[in-house]
Every structure is written in structure tokens, then in C-alpha cells.
């Protein structure tokens, strides 16, 4: 009788087998748990998700009459403690340990740049010196709060010089 001969393959497909189907498996329970929430990245006055309008709201954000013209969740599980938020009347960003805010009225330049790991990094001067720093991650729509918060900084220097709010189509001469 011959004695049966142990088959190496066959452990090591079961050693390489277990730890990759955990790993599937993860990886499409994620997606499922990213799926089915609110959708992240940056978001708009007709796009703002109703948990964002409702975190907002609760924890006072916003003046009676100040509306959002975008908006940021930092956070991955998009529970809104850590937002870039910008109004018609400034911007703030909101983390648990306070808020930082410049009224548009009084920003005196913005910095753009993008890095490839970070993500887009916006930085808006103050008139007084004051600094408030932006990241955007990457592919979550930075150009997008970019473009609105240099919109809103224009509308606001020609309010306060007393010039007439453009219409949209003034606002791309």
C-alpha cells in the first residue's frame, strides 16, 4: 500500500484563499455602506443633502437669513462635525473644537493649489490677516467651492462699493 502524500497546493490555496475573500468581501460591504448614504464631495444651494440642511440647523450655524451657497463635509461618514461652508455673507469652516470664519466683505486675496494626495487646498486672507485654510479631497469637487466662493467675494466687494448685483451673465466678462 502507498501512503497518501499530502498536497501542498491545496494549503497553499486555502492559506492565499481565505485572507483574499476577506478582503472581497470588506471591500463590498463598503460599497454597500457608501452606496446607500447621503452623497458626499461638494455640494450646492439645490443640491445640499437634508442631513447637512438639518446638522445646520440643530446646531446653529447660520444666521436667520444667510443661505448656503456651498458646502463641504470633511468627515467620511458625512455627519457634517467637520464642514467648509460658504454663504452669501462668509465663509466659515465648522470642526468640533469651534468655527473660523471671514465675512466675504473682508477677504483680501484666495490661493488655489492642488495636491495629489491632499486634494484641492484653498487658502482665504483676511483684510485683518487672518488665515483660513480649506482641503478638499481628492476628485470631491474643490473647483466647485473654488468657483463659488470667488463669485460670492466678487458680488460682495460690489455690493459694498455700491455697484448693482450683476446678473449671471455679467459675472463671466
Given amino acids: 500500500m502507498q ?17 483574499i475573500g476577506g478582503l472581497a468581501i470588506a471591500a463590498v460591504s463598503l460599497v454597500i455602506f457608501f452606496s446607500f448614504g447621503p452623497a458626499g464631495g461638494v455640494r450646492v444651494t439645490s443640491t445640499l443633502e437634508p442631513y447637512a440642511k438639518e446638522y445646520l440647523e440643530t446646531n446653529r450655524l447660520l444666521e436667520a437669513d444667510e443661505t448656503v451657497i456651498a458646502y463641504y463635509d470633511a468627515t467620511i461618514a458625512l455627519k457634517g462635525t467637520e464642514a467648509a461652508i460658504l ?5 466659515l469652516y465648522h470642526r468640533p473644537g469651534g468655527n473660523s470664519s471671514i465675512l466675504l466683505q473682508q477677504v483680501a486675496r484666495i490661493e488655489h493649489e492642488e495636491q495629489p494626495v491632499t486634494g484641492d487646498v484653498i487658502r482665504i486672507f483676511a483684510e485683518s490677516g487672518e488665515l483660513l485654510v480649506i482641503e ?14 470667488e463669485n460670492q467675494v466678487a ?7 455700491g455697484q448693482p448685483t450683476p446678473h449671471w451673465f455679467q459675472l463671466a466678462e
Avoid at 136 to 149: D, E, V, Y
Wanted: glycine share 10%; aromatic share 6%; charged share 15%.
Fill in 3 to 19: 501512503a497518501i502524500q499530502p498536497k501542498p497546493l491545496k494549503w497553499l490555496w486555502i492559506g492565499l484563499g481565505v485572507p
Fill in 87 to 91: 454663504t452669501d455673507r462668509r465663509v
Fill in 136 to 149: 478638499i479631497a481628492p476628485l470631491n469637487g474643490g473647483l466647485n467651492f473654488l468657483s463659488a466662493l
Fill in 155 to 161: 458680488l460682495a466687494r460690489r455690493v459694498s462699493q
